[in-house]
């Protein structure tokens, strides 16, 4: 029997076929009814990021002010107390692995207004690892063997400040490369995000994310996922906080994300969380998040673990560095206490002023609530 010879074209769009159905079992993590129809593409961009923001329920717009901002919120880089670097690590179906890596940094404005400003690079990165390419010809003979990899990435730039002391806003520019053997595909998008603290326990977010234009294979493009996200966190205490997102796609059904985080030691965060986007075809089990964080001298290793019923399970280690975090806590005491002093020549009777120094030693007793305070957060108090 006589082989049929296929040119490269023909092989990369078989592979193309091939791994699309394979990675499209990533999209039940977080867009099963739009992904997996083919309407989008890129719909590793929905993947959670982070084991913390996993854990609980990917419901974390309204908590993004760290390292993992230029994914979850970029409006949060408006609030950034330290240089702070994330890597995560997620494993999932054989030799399928997802990665990121950021690091973000904040700028004080020096002009003495309330102004802040933060950037953040970052990069997303979903790859297959080598998979078997076999080729089938008429009558189901294999024509080729060998192997090929695909992978899906955003490398992305971030920017974000405050516009007072409540609010801030933030925009992430983003490049989306796909490779599926020899086949490869761009992107470009946008993310918009605004965090408003609209009490020291109760925040406040929206964001839209990935607008731009279309992931094109060959001849075919799809859309991205384009998603609208209002979330909102509370936190009465120190010891818990309770965080929930609606989630509204062009592509695919509304959901809901909720989350809670428990603190019973220092050292140790227990964390919680269920979301209604990856039920479909699935028991009522997929939909719970869990998992926990340890801190030690300020930076925190987390785990997450997530059930996808026969699909297997999704399991998330992930490392948030901050730098210069206890530096920054004693910086901010000496500045309490020289406000402190000058206040107490200013005034005849000092003891107008003692409730209110009071009140700021209380918070600055709690060094993990200052260590997650952005210092101009507590400058208004001095301004009244």
């Known amino acids: 029997m006589k082989k049929r010879t296929l040119v490269p074209g023909q092989k990369a769009l078989r592979a193309l076929r091939k791994s699309t159905v394979l990675l499209s079992l990533l999209s039940l993590w977080s867009l099963p009814a739009a992904a997996s129809s083919g309407t989008e593409g890129a ?3 929905d993947i959670p990021v982070g084991a913390e923001p996993a854990a609980m329920g990917s419901a974390y717009s309204a908590l993004a002010t760290n390292a993992y901002a230029p994914v979850w919120n970029p409006g949060g880089l408006g609030f950034l107390a330290n240089n702070e670097m994330a890597g995560q690590h997620l494993s999932y179906l054989g030799s399928i692995h997802y990665e990121y890596l950021s690091f973000v940094h904040p700028f004080d404005d020096r002009r003495g207004s309330l102004t802040h400003r933060g ?4 990069a997303q990165y979903l790859g297959s690892g080598d998979m078997v390419r076999t080729e089938i010809d008429p009558n189901n003979q294999p024509l080729d063997n060998g192997v090929f990899s695909s992978h899906y990435a955003s490398y992305n730039v971030s920017y974000g400040q405050t516009v007072n002391e409540k609010i801030a806003l933030g925009l992430t520019g983003k490049w989306i490369n796909a490779k599926i053997d020899e086949v490869s595909a761009n992107a470009y998008a946008a993310d918009l995000g605004v965090l408003y603290h609209a009490s020291d326990k109760l925040s406040l977010a929206s964001t839209l994310t990935n607008m731009g234009s279309k992931l094109k294979f060959l001849e075919e493009g799809d859309s991205l996922p384009l998603a609208f996200h209002l979330g909102a966190a509370f936190q009465p205490n120190t010891q818990w906080q309770v965080t929930m997102e609606g989630v509204y796609r062009r592509a695919g059904p509304t959901s809901f ?5 428990w ?3 220092e050292t140790v965060s227990l964390r919680v969380g269920y979301k ?3 039920l479909k075809g699935l028991s009522a089990v997929a939909g719970l998040t869990t998992g926990i964080g340890i801190h030690v001298w300020g930076q925190e290793l987390a785990y997450a673990w997530s059930p996808y019923g026969e699909l297997g399970n999704a399991q998330y280690v992930s490392l948030l560095i901050r730098f210069g975090e206890r530096e920054q806590a004693r910086r901010n005491l000496i500045q309490y206490q020289t406000i402190k002093k000058q206040r107490i020549v200013k005034n005849e009777d000092a003891r107008e002023v003692e409730p209110e120094y009071q009140q700021l030693m209380e918070l600055l007793s709690d060094h993990e609530h200052v260590a997650q305070t952005n ?10």
């Open 43 to 45: 719909s590793f961009l």
């Open 119 to 122: 950037i953040g690079v970052s």
């Open 257 to 261: 994300h909720a989350g809670g985080q």
């Open 263 to 265: 603190r019973p030691i």
């Open 276 to 278: 209604t986007d990856t």
């Open 375 to 384: 210092p101009s957060q507590l400058l208004p108090a001095f301004n009244q």
